[in-house]
């Protein structure tokens, strides 16, 4: 795995720079108190950069609403160190915060053993990040299994189940957000759109590649998906602050539409991305299908 970043420009460099750096502070911090041994001397074991920005395939257009995320795999010493809430929020709020860093930044957390039990199964996720990622801080003696193939007739029937369950899992929301526009309950159908959305992309990450973070940042779920595959972008609708701006409600739905009286919906904007769930949801039908039949031919050969 590559240890430079001499692919980037170097304001980017430094941006990655930093976001390390908070990342190693704020984690110090989190543990710093605990008397649990497991916790006290928990440790970040890797920083891994993956995605666009590892491949040099990037794209930088912020005022176009184009501009790719910084996409980090943050490697721990204990399980209970990959719940984001507890240890990782405080990070991710100072980085979102952060004049100095220009770009999103999405972080997902594991343990060393599930990441190289996961490459020992050839998931595609994985070795996409050993054979394309670059290292931006590791401790030694802590190495990444070598991957192992998946067999083709194996990942068919894991991609087979995975669509079966999570497609049709998004039509009932989608009818409960309209049931929900027509008794004039808004906040409800903000949040059943925002459930199809997440299982879309959850949909599509697993048939594609085995794998979803663990996270309800619908914003998170579709850059990784769109970084996988460009014509996921064709969903949304974000040339305008208008259109960002209703996705960004979308987003926030999640947990404001429930729960702060302050969250505030209309009914166009609802129209509008009802619209784009159901543009969502035929590409990543077709996208899956196609999958599919990629591994059916590869099985059958």
Known sequence: MRVDLDHLPDVQQAELARVRDTLMAEFAQAISTSTQPWKKNGKILKIILFGSY?????VDEPDNGYQSDFDLLVIVSHEDLTDIAAYWYIAEDKILHDPAVQRPV????????EVNQALQRGEYFWVDIV??????YELPQHSLAAPKPLTTVDALTMAREYFD???PSVDAFVRGAGYAMAD???????????????RLYICFLLVRTLYFPRSHNIKFLRSLSEDKEPRLVDAWPRATRLDRRRFELLKRAYVEARYSPSYVIRTDDLAVLAASVSRLRNIVEALSLEQLEILRSGANA
């Open 106 to 113: 999405n972080i997902i957390v594991h343990t060393l053993n």
């Open 131 to 136: 054979r394309d990622g670059v290292v931006l």
């Open 165 to 167: 369950h999570w497609l």
């Open 184 to 198: 004039g309950d808004l906040n409800k159908a903000a949040f059943d759109l925002h459930q199809a959305t997440e």
């Open 54 to 58: 590892a491949r040099d395939d990037w």
